[in-house]
């Protein structure tokens, strides 16, 4: 399915300056957005605005719709409503470029195609057993150094930790740097440190490129450390949004994941928030 894509005016406000972001585009604006396959509702009337610079967690119960929604916004599944994406000059986009790392990737230990060959063969039409060009090594090395991958490239993909792999696919996602980034829990079975590692180097890769970040993941205490803006999906639609403090306060959250969040953030009574904004 080929996504309908809407010419839309709009002033970019995320720089101080109010210049154009650094990656052509300011947000991606989904409006009643709904899903519904073989007779199922899956996801009803989804309002939601992601910026530039923002990495926006999508959390939920399981079978919610999270991850359905991640496919929708890629064009892997047809919906309704609207999902537009606008630029900051006064021209929209019509062609935004998505970057996309999915929960896992199943390989065979057994093959011999390295992380080498993977990035290359998106790069030349040359059959993986001939040797590459020294400018497309250099480009991988340089594309695999966004994540801390780079000593990676010449291993083999069935060999790589799950850390290791999420880390190449992510570097495999952001080349070329696109619009939009989606992340459908992209460090499911993954250890402690890789889990932390891979949250910081998405962190540092939102705020240097202006990334938009969506990001599905069941790993709380992360979200509510890395994110900028949560989504609650429950329900088949998003019952409450806004920032970690505000979501993670909200009764219909605590009440799903059986976790009281606002001692967290409340420093103090008037720091304290007791409900998200409903949508």
């Not at 916004?73 to 006064?90: R, S, V």
């Not at 390295?114 to 059959?127: G, K, N």
């Not at 991958?149 to 069935?158: M, P, S």
């Not at 989504?231 to 088949?236: G, L, Q, R, Y």
Request: hydrophobic letters at 35%; glycine letters at 8%; proline letters at 4%.
């Amino acid at each position: 399915m080929n996504m309908k894509l809407n010419m839309i005016q709009h002033n970019c406000t995320h720089s101080s300056e109010g210049t154009s972001c650094k990656c052509g585009l300011c947000c991606t604006k989904i409006t009643d957005f709904g899903v519904t396959r073989g007779g199922t509702e899956i996801l009803r009337n989804v309002n939601l605005h992601i910026h530039c610079g923002d990495l926006t967690a999508i959390i939920g119960p399981n079978g919610a719709g999270k991850s359905t929604l991640i496919k929708a916004i890629l064009g892997e599944i047809p919906h309704t409503g609207k999902l537009q994406f606008l630029d900051a000059k006064d021209e929209g986009t019509t062609n935004p470029s998505m970057g996309y790392v999915p929960q896992k990737l199943d390989l065979d230990s057994s093959s011999p195609t390295s992380v080498l060959d993977l990035f290359a063969a998106t790069h030349t039409r040359m059959p993986i057993w001939f040797s590459y060009p020294k400018k497309i090594q250099e480009r991988v090395r340089e594309t695999l150094a966004r994540t801390q991958a780079e000593h990676l490239i010449n291993k083999r993909l069935g060999t790589l930790s799950g850390g290791e792999l999420q880390r190449v696919l992510l570097a495999l996602a952001l080349d070329p740097i696109p619009h939009l980034l989606l992340l459908d829990e992209p460090v499911s079975g993954i250890d402690q440190r890789g889990l932390e590692l891979f949250y910081k180097t998405v962190s540092t890769l939102r705020k240097e490129y202006d990334l938009s970040i969506i990001l599905v993941s069941h790993d709380l205490n992360l979200v509510a450390e890395y994110a900028d803006r949560v989504a609650f999906i429950n329900n088949n639609t998003i019952e409450c949004a806004g920032t970690p403090q505000e979501v993670f306060s909200n009764e219909k959250v605590i009440q799903t994941f059986g976790l009281d969040w606002s001692k967290r953030y409340q420093s103090n009574e008037k720091d304290k928030v007791d409900n998200a904004h409903m949508v």
